[in-house]
């Protein structure tokens, strides 16, 4: 079991930041770590992911020059630090993670997912 709880979404401004973190718990290892958001009336979509032990990140079109993922093994927490944040950057995003094989980008790759944390872009 795995359990994700995402944190750190909030509402901002056109151009802002926003960080999102996400701690993960239980005793099942993961080998990736991936970020996904879902706007409304949309599908869900790739923006991130990250190997757990090597480091190893990749990026969705959206995330790609304004978002960065981390992780901090010692805390058990993954990262995505969004920056130059506009409307259509509005959406839940979940932090999820990936069951061992697949794409990374693919959504039916991961296999426990976190509850959600609202972001919402003024302009």
């Known amino acids: 079991q795995v359990q994700l709880v995402e944190s750190g979404g909030g509402l901002v401004q056109t151009g802002g930041s926003l960080s999102l973190s996400c701690v993960r718990s239980?005793?099942?290892?993961?080998?990736?770590f991936g970020w996904f958001r879902q706007a409304p009336g949309k599908e869900r979509e790739f923006v991130a992911a990250?190997?757990?032990?090597?480091?190893?990140?990749w990026y969705g079109d959206p995330a790609k020059g304004r978002f960065t993922i981390a992780r901090d093994n010692a805390k058990n927490t993954v990262y995505l630090q969004m920056y130059r944040l506009k409307p259509e950057d509005t959406g839940i995003y979940y932090c999820?993670?990936?069951?061992?094989?697949?794409?990374?980008?693919?959504?039916?790759?991961?296999?426990?997912w976190g509850q959600g944390t609202q972001v919402t872009v003024s302009s």
């Open positions: 999820a993670a990936h069951g061992g094989s697949g794409r990374v980008e693919s959504i039916g790759s991961y296999d426990y």
């Open positions: 239980g005793y099942t290892f993961r080998p990736y």
């Open positions: 990250i190997s757990w032990n090597e480091g190893g990140t």
